[in-house]
């Protein structure tokens, strides 16, 4: 068992979202990245001692069978563990008295932070839906000159990695020269904080390569003093994709810095798919033996090998795309899903649907 792309786990949940059980005897086990398998197994194991006691005997059976096959899948697995494992198991028979017994795995594209074992009349499938959120991660920060709050996006996940305050006093009613010579002192403090603020950043996130872009949020002056002033290392600066305009640098302001962001994210994918298609369509015009974009091609190109990135669009025949990315599965080949929500989306789809770019000349 191979992780899953989001697109596959999202047919997956399409899936499992249309079957409905009779009675609590749908079985739902999640096992989170790193935990031990056999553990797993010998609770399961011990829950079928307990599904003996259920009261009805067609759901005490089906309980009974489905805590069973999960068990002998989790004896004889050997796939990866890296991301954790999430099994789905029960009778989907719509008819009373027959049996249809299924069992479905799989290891989501991000690492599983929750355990969870559950008998109910329908699947569990939140912790699978918020797999399916943005997988960037964004770098937040939100400051003023007295203090700063760092934290990151995960989805729809915020974290608060670091709170920061910078001991530039208050102002003071000063005249003449010692007016001056505070209003120096200050900036000093404040110059001291932004490098203090700099140099965290670059500990936290310089060297994470998940990391898709920095925004950063304030007061008008204090931002715009720390970013034109380019106290961020270089690296991180060139990932600076927003500047938002806010009053707070604590906690609430992060939130209220993501609530904000809202456009600015959803515009990062929209210029990711952009990028793409822009590159598919380059190759396609400058160097057309190394593209393909008709069926029987890339059939040709996916036996040979051939094929290095595999563009679907999200309204291609569900089949086929399901045809062609097991091949391209086969293959190693990246898979990129193109939506129709952009004008290059809308022209791939109205192209073909489906593409590729080569690994070498076929």
């Known amino acids: 068992m191979s992780i899953a792309t989001k697109d596959e786990l999202r047919e997956l949940i399409e899936e499992l979202e249309t079957y409905k059980g009779r009675h609590t005897e749908l079985i739902t086990v999640y096992i989170s990245s790193g935990y031990d398998i056999n553990t797993v197994q010998k609770q399961l194991e011990a829950e079928q001692s307990t599904a003996k006691n259920i009261k009805s005997t067609g759901t005490r059976k089906n309980v009974i069978e489905a805590l ?29 008295g027959q049996d249809d017994l299924r069992l479905w795995s799989v290891e989501p594209p991000r690492p599983l932070k929750v355990r969870l074992y559950r008998c109910d009349k329908e699947f569990v499938l939140d912790p699978l839906r918020e797999q399916l959120e943005v997988t960037e991660i964004y770098a937040l920060l939100v400051m003023d000159r007295k203090e700063a709050t760092i934290g990151v996006l995960e989805g729809k996940r915020i974290e608060i990695l670091q709170k920061m305050t910078s001991g530039v006093p208050s102002k003071v009613r000063a005249g003449g020269q010692s007016s001056q010579r505070f209003h120096r002192i200050t900036e000093g403090l404040t110059k001291e904080f932004y490098k203090r603020i700099a140099d965290e950043m670059k500990s936290i996130f310089y060297d994470n390569e998940k990391v898709n872009g920095i925004i950063v949020g304030g007061p008008i002056p204090t931002k715009d003093e720390f970013l034109d002033g380019e106290y961020l290392a270089t690296k991180l600066q060139g990932k600076v994709i927003g500047r938002i305009d806010i009053g707070g640098s604590d906690e609430s302001g992060i939130k209220e810095l993501v609530e904000k962001s809202k456009d600015l994210l959803a515009n990062q994918e929209i210029v990711y798919e952009k990028k793409l298609m822009e590159k598919f369509f380059e190759t396609l015009g400058e160097k057309p033996d190394m593209a393909v974009y008709k069926e029987e091609d890339l059939k040709k190109a996916l036996e040979y090998g051939a094929i290095e990135i595999l563009f679907i669009s999200k309204d291609y025949d569900k089949s086929l795309a399901k045809e062609f990315k097991q091949k391209a ?17 809308k022209q791939f789809f109205n192209l073909s649907g489906i593409g590729g770019i080569l690994r070498f000349r076929i």
């Open 68 to 96: 069973e096959k999960i068990v002998r899948f989790l004896k004889d697995f050997k796939g990866s563990k890296e991301h954790g494992i999430a099994v789905f198991c029960g009778n989907i028979s719509k008819v009373e």
């Open 329 to 345: 599965v086969n293959i190693g080949s990246k898979i990129e899903m193109i939506s129709t929500e952009t004008e290059e989306g």
